[in-house]
């Protein structure tokens, strides 16, 4: 009789006037990317919703979820689409109240996008209202509070009928807020960070500083994993990693031992900043949150900052950790995060960094090396993965040819098995 699909809401922010269309588009395509695989035969814009439809006619509650995970999507319903006929939109919604679980009171919200359909909204709520009364006598009818709203739309030739729904993600869709890098380690901090720059239109580029070769890579494991449970959310292009470990032994060498991790993070941040310009990225993120450890100070972040030319985002600046874990949860890295393996920041640590560090000191301790050629060398040995969940993203051809790839798409961590 009729088909269930899910129809996609979309928050209307940003979108007035010609960005609208740019928008739905894009979250059109992002769609397409993240549902590949799932029986899904349609996306198409209709009337302020998107509609997902599946060759099985038979749209799911995971289908629903898996959507809610888009950055663009604030909410997905689980539709009947029938005839724009008053039986079969009244049987409609009556399963719609059947499946609707645990409410004590309803109201109908008929809404009319074709007016080649005759009958007015008003009589619409009415003939369906009079058919849910009579199969559902227990429940009440409440117009200005109802625990259910069930919807019922006339659109181009068809009728959508739905009342719950399932919250979406919200934010803008990946791909309409232009490139950034973000600095990933395999903490908590940094893959929510990168979400939250994700879930606000940027396409990510994430890097890694792992300290092979002085410590083993599972570090880098641990990231590709993080990668791969973001990948749904459709934000990341392509994951590179650095082993920094022996350049990192030669700036422990050098430098005092309290300047150390500002040193390791100006470098950081100096090779991030060159791969946004080989990449276009215009922006580089990182996980910290003020205070969060000694080294989060306001004048640590300062000293880092002054390393590059280009801005630092830090969304994650004002969050608590329990903020930033439960995201982590909901997100799905929570779990990757709490494993633990040594990378460049466990590398060299000195017994007491500087949480107050003065530039000049730190720019007197960086010329006892030469940091340019660190950098280059540092360039030199990045490796790279792609994830192809990101249909914005193309790589910079300057960088394809001349480096290694690292392990194939789809490979997964587990560090219990492979030690
Ligand atoms: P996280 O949970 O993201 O590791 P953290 O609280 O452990 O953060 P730090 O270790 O001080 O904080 O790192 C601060 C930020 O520096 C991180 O959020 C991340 O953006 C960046 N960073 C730290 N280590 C690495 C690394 N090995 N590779 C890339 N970026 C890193
Ligand atoms: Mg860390």
Redesign the pocket.
Known sequence: MSDRLCLVHYHEIGLKGKNRSTFENQLVTNLNRALRGTGVSRIARISGYIVVETEDRNATPELAARIAQVPGVARVSLAYRCNLDEREYCRAAVNVMREAGDFCSFKVHARRSSTAYPIHTLEMNQIVGEVLCEAFPEKKVDVHHPDLQVVVHAVQGSCYVYAAFTRGVGGLPVGTAGKVVT???S????PV?TWMVGRRGAICVP???SGRPMTADD?EYLTQDICEALAPSGCIGRLYVVPFGEHQRQIALTVPQDLRVIMYRRI?VAVAERLAAIEGAKALV???SLG??A??TLENIAAVDQAVGIPVLRPLIGSDKMEIMERAEQIGTAEISTQTAP???TLFMPKRPETHARLSAVLEAEALFDKESMVDELLELMEYRDFDSCPSYHPPKCIRARHTELLPAGYRTDLDQRS
């Open positions: 600095l990933l380690s903490g908590f901090d940094s960070a890097i890694h500083f570090s950081m990182t996980g910290e969060q450890v080294s989060q990378d460049c920041c």
